[in-house]
Nanobody, 132 residues
Framework: QLQLVESGGGLAQPGGSLRLSCAAS????????IGWFRQAPGKEREGVGC?????????????TYADSVKGRFTISRDNAENTVYLEMNSLKVEDTAVYYC????????????????????WGQGTQVTVSS
Protein backbone atom coordinates (compact mmCIF):
# COMPACT_ATOMS: atom_id res chain seq x y z
CA GLN A 1 0.00 0.00 0.00
CA LEU A 2 1.38 3.39 -1.01
CA GLN A 3 1.31 5.88 1.84
CA LEU A 4 2.63 9.34 2.63
CA VAL A 5 2.84 10.68 6.16
CA GLU A 6 3.57 14.31 6.95
CA SER A 7 4.98 15.54 10.22
CA GLY A 8 6.65 18.61 11.66
CA GLY A 9 3.80 21.06 11.73
CA GLY A 10 3.04 23.21 14.73
CA LEU A 11 3.03 26.75 16.01
CA ALA A 12 5.69 29.24 14.96
CA GLN A 13 6.12 32.94 15.47
CA PRO A 14 6.34 35.30 12.51
CA GLY A 15 9.88 35.19 11.23
CA GLY A 16 10.39 31.72 12.62
CA SER A 17 11.06 28.40 10.95
CA LEU A 18 9.57 24.95 10.68
CA ARG A 19 10.59 21.86 8.75
CA LEU A 20 7.91 19.54 7.46
CA SER A 21 8.68 15.94 6.59
CA CYS A 22 6.94 13.70 4.10
CA ALA A 23 7.80 10.04 4.61
CA ALA A 24 6.76 7.34 2.19
CA SER A 25 5.99 3.67 2.52
CA UNK A 26 5.27 1.27 -0.27
CA UNK A 27 7.26 3.18 -2.85
CA UNK A 28 10.51 5.09 -3.29
CA UNK A 29 10.24 8.87 -3.19
CA UNK A 30 13.22 9.31 -5.47
CA UNK A 31 11.16 7.71 -8.25
CA UNK A 32 8.25 10.14 -8.05
CA UNK A 33 7.43 13.79 -8.36
CA ILE A 34 6.48 15.34 -5.03
CA GLY A 35 4.30 18.35 -4.55
CA TRP A 36 3.68 20.36 -1.42
CA PHE A 37 0.30 22.02 -1.06
CA ARG A 38 -1.52 24.03 1.54
CA GLN A 39 -5.08 24.95 2.30
CA ALA A 40 -6.08 27.76 4.61
CA PRO A 41 -9.60 28.00 6.08
CA GLY A 42 -12.02 29.29 3.49
CA LYS A 43 -9.47 29.17 0.70
CA GLU A 44 -8.75 26.79 -2.13
CA ARG A 45 -5.84 24.42 -2.03
CA GLU A 46 -2.73 25.93 -3.57
CA GLY A 47 0.58 24.54 -4.72
CA VAL A 48 3.53 25.66 -2.62
CA GLY A 49 6.30 23.87 -4.46
CA CYS A 50 7.32 20.67 -6.15
CA UNK A 51 10.38 18.55 -6.89
CA UNK A 52 10.88 16.16 -9.76
CA UNK A 53 12.07 12.60 -9.34
CA UNK A 54 15.77 12.15 -8.70
CA UNK A 55 16.63 10.91 -12.16
CA UNK A 56 14.78 13.67 -13.98
CA UNK A 57 17.76 16.01 -14.08
CA UNK A 58 21.53 15.89 -13.55
CA UNK A 59 21.13 17.86 -10.32
CA UNK A 60 19.04 15.11 -8.82
CA UNK A 61 15.68 16.76 -9.21
CA UNK A 62 14.53 20.26 -10.07
CA UNK A 63 12.25 22.38 -7.94
CA THR A 64 9.59 24.98 -8.55
CA TYR A 65 8.13 27.34 -5.94
CA ALA A 66 5.16 29.62 -5.68
CA ASP A 67 6.07 33.30 -5.77
CA SER A 68 4.65 33.72 -2.29
CA VAL A 69 7.23 31.35 -0.78
CA LYS A 70 10.18 31.72 -3.15
CA GLY A 71 13.35 32.45 -1.23
CA ARG A 72 11.77 31.36 2.06
CA PHE A 73 10.80 27.72 1.48
CA THR A 74 13.07 24.93 0.27
CA ILE A 75 12.19 21.40 -0.81
CA SER A 76 14.82 18.70 -0.41
CA ARG A 77 14.95 14.94 -0.55
CA ASP A 78 16.81 12.40 1.60
CA ASN A 79 16.82 9.24 -0.45
CA ALA A 80 18.32 7.16 2.34
CA GLU A 81 15.43 8.10 4.61
CA ASN A 82 12.87 7.97 1.77
CA THR A 83 11.69 11.37 2.96
CA VAL A 84 11.09 14.73 1.35
CA TYR A 85 11.34 17.90 3.40
CA LEU A 86 9.81 21.34 3.19
CA GLU A 87 12.03 23.79 5.04
CA MET A 88 10.07 26.94 5.85
CA ASN A 89 11.90 30.05 6.98
CA SER A 90 10.85 33.66 7.58
CA LEU A 91 7.34 32.44 8.23
CA LYS A 92 4.46 34.85 7.86
CA VAL A 93 1.00 34.82 9.37
CA GLU A 94 -0.39 34.17 5.90
CA ASP A 95 1.54 30.88 5.76
CA THR A 96 -0.94 29.45 8.27
CA ALA A 97 -2.64 26.45 6.67
CA VAL A 98 -2.83 22.67 6.59
CA TYR A 99 0.11 21.47 4.54
CA TYR A 100 0.01 18.33 2.42
CA CYS A 101 2.57 16.40 0.43
CA UNK A 102 1.50 14.44 -2.60
CA UNK A 103 3.17 12.14 -5.10
CA UNK A 104 2.72 11.28 -8.74
CA UNK A 105 4.61 9.07 -11.13
CA UNK A 106 5.79 11.56 -13.74
CA UNK A 107 8.99 11.45 -15.83
CA UNK A 108 9.19 15.16 -16.55
CA UNK A 109 12.39 17.14 -16.08
CA UNK A 110 10.51 20.02 -14.52
CA UNK A 111 7.41 20.31 -12.38
CA UNK A 112 4.72 22.95 -12.48
CA UNK A 113 2.59 24.32 -9.70
CA UNK A 114 -1.05 23.31 -9.70
CA UNK A 115 -3.98 22.66 -7.40
CA UNK A 116 -2.85 19.05 -7.21
CA UNK A 117 -5.55 17.21 -9.12
CA UNK A 118 -2.93 15.26 -11.08
CA UNK A 119 -1.34 13.83 -7.92
CA UNK A 120 -2.55 10.36 -7.02
CA UNK A 121 -1.16 9.87 -3.53
CA TRP A 122 -1.68 12.22 -0.60
CA GLY A 123 -0.64 12.48 2.99
CA GLN A 124 -3.06 13.29 5.78
CA GLY A 125 -1.84 16.86 6.22
CA THR A 126 -0.16 18.71 9.04
CA GLN A 127 -1.26 22.01 10.58
CA VAL A 128 1.07 24.98 10.46
CA THR A 129 0.07 28.01 12.49
CA VAL A 130 2.08 31.22 12.40
CA SER A 131 1.09 33.59 15.13
CA SER A 132 2.62 35.87 17.71
Amino acid sequence: QLQLVESGGGLAQPGGSLRLSCAASGFTLSDVMIGWFRQAPGKEREGVGCITRTGASPSGGSTTYADSVKGRFTISRDNAENTVYLEMNSLKVEDTAVYYCAARFAPFQTCALSSGNEYAYWGQGTQVTVSS
